[in-house]
């Protein structure tokens, strides 16, 4: 069984910085694609960034870009955002996921598997 486990999230000022991290268990990790995702209540969940298989070079969405940082240790089963000059628009659930293949995607369909998610809330 495929589980993913977040943790970091929590309160911070608008400026700060958090870390997610996600443990992921019950699956060869190396081989698929991660990704972070997130959700308002009463909105749709939305892309913030994958890494594929190997690496490479991350995509993030454009709210994101040069803020966030998606990385991975494949020794350790572990994906991690780690999230500077956070705004209060960065308030959500997030949610690591992880994809049915190697390569990732913005499309919220393209992930298999879900973690259970943690708050991140930024004041103003």
């Known amino acids: 069984q495929v589980q993913l486990v977040e943790s970091g999230g929590g309160l911070v000022q608008a400026g700060g910085s958090l870390r997610l991290s996600c443990s992921v268990s019950?699956?060869?990790?190396?081989?698929?694609?991660m990704g972070w995702l997130r959700q308002v209540p009463g909105k749709e969940r939305e892309f913030v960034a994958y890494d594929n298989w190997r690496g490479g070079i991350p995509v993030y969405t454009d709210s994101v870009k040069g803020r966030f940082t998606i990385s991975r240790d494949n020794a350790m089963n572990s994906v991690y955002l780690k999230m500077n000059s956070l705004k209060p628009e960065d308030t959500a659930v997030y949610y690591c996921?992880?994809?049915?293949?190697?390569?990732?995607?913005?499309?919220?369909?393209?992930?298999?598997?879900w973690g259970q998610g943690t708050q991140v809330t930024v004041s103003s």
């Open positions: 019950g699956r060869t990790f190396r081989s698929y694609a």
């Open positions: 996921a992880a994809g049915k293949g190697p390569y990732g995607s913005t499309a919220i369909l393209s992930y298999a598997y």
